[in-house]
T-cell receptor, first 115, second 110 residues
């Protein structure tokens, strides 16, 4: 079946521009997560959505980062006024039902490069 | 979430079983053990998870010791495509994220 889909797969933009990254979770998954992974590093948690509950934004690094999830499905991560340190692979994951012990399934990420 | 310890790298001959160890001595009773792998330029791929019983699926087997302080992921017949970084994660029902450490870089040798 279809996995988590992310677009674009690659994005190159100039410093100071805004970018939007999209995530289509697996159908029926109510939980959605955003992470980022810098070169050679582990995953850094950004934000978590569960159903209609208020999102857990505790991992967002600054107020330039925001995310929304419309209709409980597709999510968009927006980075405003991009900086070079924002360059990373942004990964989206989704999981089934409300149980936090359910495994997360990841997309292949968006590789963001800020010039 | 409990901390995990994995060897930084391992080699395995193609066709042989790959046994990847993980120590999680501070695991608590409600925490599960998860295994993921990440192949270069791809997102992490879920492999298997378990609580205390051994688990097997089409990809791998997970052996958890009786005291749950360690586990082993077994790839029964390693192929070149199994070359990846393998992450052992321990997670309970608190918190909203997985903590990926540095993992084990497995190289399958022809």
């Amino acid at each position: 079946g279809a996995g988590v889909s992310q677009s674009p797969s690659n994005k190159v933009t100039e410093k100071g521009k805004d970018v939007e990254l999209r995530c289509d979770p697996i159908s029926g998954h109510t939980a959605l997560y955003w992470y980022r992974q810098s070169l050679g590093q582990g995953l850094e948690f950004l934000i978590y959505f569960q159903g209609n509950s208020a999102p857990d934004k505790s991992g967002l690094p600054s107020d330039r980062f925001s995310a929304e999830r419309t209709g409980g499905s597709v999510s968009t991560l927006t980075i405003q006024r991009t900086q070079q340190e924002d360059s990373a692979v942004y990964l989206c994951a989704s999981s089934f039902r409300r149980g936090r012990v359910e495994p997360q399934h990841f997309g292949d990420g968006t590789r963001l490069s800020i010039l | 979430d409990a901390k995990t310890t994995q060897p930084p790298s391992m080699d395995c001959a193609e066709g042989r079983a790959a046994n990847l160890p993980c120590n999680h001595s501070t695991i608590s009773g409600n925490e599960y053990v998860y295994w993921y792998r990440q192949i270069h330029s791809q997102g992490p791929q879920y492999i298997i998870h378990g609580l205390k019983n051994n688990e097997t699926n089409e990809m791998a087997s997970l052996i958890i010791t009786e005291d749950r302080k360690s586990s082993t992921l077994i790839l029964p017949h390693a192929t070149l495509r199994d070359t990846a970084v393998y992450y052992c994660i321990v997670r309970g029902d608190s918190g909203n994220q997985f903590y990926f450490g540095t993992g084990t870089s497995l190289t399958v040798i022809p």
